[in-house]
């Protein structure tokens, strides 16, 4: 049977496999992996946005000027270490306006802050929660909570008076409410902020976002990169690993390919390497072929021993019905009846004979005797005989042989293959029909055709033109002589003399058989 056109390679598509569940999985790791890093990296953006306003926040308060404001700012937002600046623009409740803003801050999002920060009246509405531990009053004389009822603060640490000179204490700015985290979208860069209010103001800090989304870029593409040449190790490492595992089977398939009916010996060799599954495989096949190899040479022991013992009574039935023949009056009804038998029981014996043939054929026992000749010389004797018979079946003989082809073969065996095939091209023929023979050398090959006219041999029983005694539909009749053994023995013998036999094709008025075997 031929290896179906569509065969895929296991090996092939288990690496394809491989990749693709590992992919998915590098996939699933990297999308949650990148979700968390940028969540960290968001939650790392807003923890620094905070801890600059609270500096910041820490350091002002309803007095504060510009020009102060620019000077806490530059101390308090100055890049460290190559960090992306931070931004701040502050705005007042009651007027609506922009007290203040830093160098670089976006100017296109002051429609957007004004709609987003609090009013006077929404922040004195909702007073600050109590702190757990709430700080002790301040020093007496800062009237500043007071005058807006806020809970007096602490100073900080860098306000306390010193020693030996007066310092006026400026109070701290209490926040009224949790700072608010946002991000907004100006001239194509996404900003961070976090807006932070009082009574009296907002004050908005953000950050660029560019550096941030060029660290989780580069996270992802080295991640993506990590990724394919993972992938592309798993998938030479399952084709590694699937070749390594295949190496079983490969004996498998090279011991089946040497298996022939003429010999059933070969078996599969084990290695120390295999793995239990594959060991237990071989030893079944091993014990499988054993058992047809035993019932085969049954078979065939059968045939050829029927086939011997065929022939001496085969012998005698035929000399007496000869005998019977010789005494009957020619044109009685015994002469036809002893006539009849006749013919069925030489029937008989050429199928017993053909049956003994192919089972030394199937033994590996068939008589051989090569010798070197010229074959385009023999077949002159071919072509007298086709000559002879086309005539008497009303055909046309056509040959075209090359001369001085040498071939080295049996020269009955093969001349046997070719009447083989001679005879059916008459048989199966069509009226007023011819027949055409060719020989030809083709580089080292000799190559025999043979070509009738008739119908066509239809398509789906060309597959079984050479198995033993199968006949086509219109040749199961006793007009057309023949027992369904003449292709299968001419295979057979072809294939003693290490040449093939096919069909080459069969189409509507033409079918072509062509014999190759090696040039001498």
């Not at 460290?80 to 007042?92: H, L």
């Not at 069509?430 to 006219?453: C, K, M």
Request: glycine residues 6%; contains cysteine.
């Amino acid at each position: 049977m031929s290896q179906p056109a569509s065969t895929r390679s296991f090996r092939v598509r288990l690496a394809l496999q491989t990749i693709f569940v590992a992919g998915s999985l590098v996939a699933a790791f990297g999308a949650a992996s990148w979700w968390y890093a940028s969540r960290v990296l968001e939650r790392s953006v807003d923890a620094r946005i905070t801890a600059q306003a609270q500096r910041m926040w820490n350091r002002v308060d309803p007095r504060t000027t510009v020009e102060e404001f620019q000077t806490i700012s530059d101390a308090v937002f100055a890049p460290a270490g190559g960090e992306a600046p931070i931004v701040m623009v502050v705005k007042e409740h009651a007027q609506g306006t922009t007290i203040f803003s830093t160098q670089g801050a976006p100017e296109d999002l002051d429609a957007y802050f004004r709609s987003s920060f609090p009013t006077n009246e929404e922040l004195r509405s909702a007073p600050p929660e109590p702190a757990e531990n709430p700080p002790p009053p301040a020093a007496r004389g800062d009237d500043f909570g007071e005058l807006l009822g806020l809970p007096r603060l602490d100073p900080p640490p860098h306000a306390q008076p010193q020693r030996g000179r007066a310092t006026r204490f400026r109070p701290q700015m209490p926040m009224v409410r949790d700072p608010v985290m946002f991000t907004a979208r100006s001239r194509g860069v996404d900003w961070r902020w976090g807006a932070f209010s009082n009574p009296h103001y907002t004050m908005f800090v953000g950050l660029s976002l560019r550096e941030f989304y060029a660290d989780v870029n580069r996270m992802g593409t080295w991640y993506a990169g990590a990724a394919i040449i993972a992938l592309a190790l798993a998938g030479l490492a399952a084709l590694w690993t699937s070749k390594r595992a295949m190496k079983p089977l490969e004996r498998v398939v090279t011991t089946a390919q040497r298996l022939t009916a003429s010999d059933l010996a070969e078996r599969i060799p084990f290695s120390r390497d295999d793995d239990r599954e594959f060991a237990q495989l071989i030893a079944v096949l091993n014990e499988m072929m054993q058992r047809l190899e035993g019932s085969f040479q049954q078979a065939v022991r059968f045939t050829a021993d029927a086939s011997h013992e065929l022939k001496t009574p085969l012998a005698i039935m035929l000399a007496s019905l000869d005998d019977a023949l010789r005494n009957t009056t020619p044109g009685s009804a015994e002469h036809e009846r002893f006539g009849s038998l006749f013919e069925e029981a030489t029937r008989l014996k050429t199928i017993t004979q053909s049956l003994l043939l192919l089972s030394q054929a199937d033994a590996g026992r068939l008589p051989t005797h090569p010798e070197t000749y010229d074959l385009s010389a023999d077949l002159s004797r071919l072509i007298e005989d086709g000559e002879i018979l086309c005539e008497a079946a009303g055909l046309t003989l056509q040959h075209e042989i090359e001369p001085s082809v040498t071939v080295h073969a049996d020269r009955a065996l093969l001349r046997q293959v070719f009447q083989n095939l001679l005879s059916n091209a008459i048989k199966y023929n069509r009226e007023a029909g011819h027949v055409s023979l060719r020989l030809a050398r083709e580089a080292s090959e000799a190559v025999f055709t043979i070509i009738n006219t008739g119908a066509a041999i239809p398509a789906e029983i060309q597959p079984r033109l050479f198995e033993r005694f199968f006949r086509g539909d219109k040749a199961h009749n006793r007009q057309t002589d023949g027992f369904g053994l003449g292709l299968n023995i001419a295979a057979e013998f072809a294939r003693a003399n290490h040449a093939t036999l096919k069909l080459l094709r069969s189409e509507e008025d033409q079918t072509i058989f062509e014999v190759r075997l090696a040039t001498a």
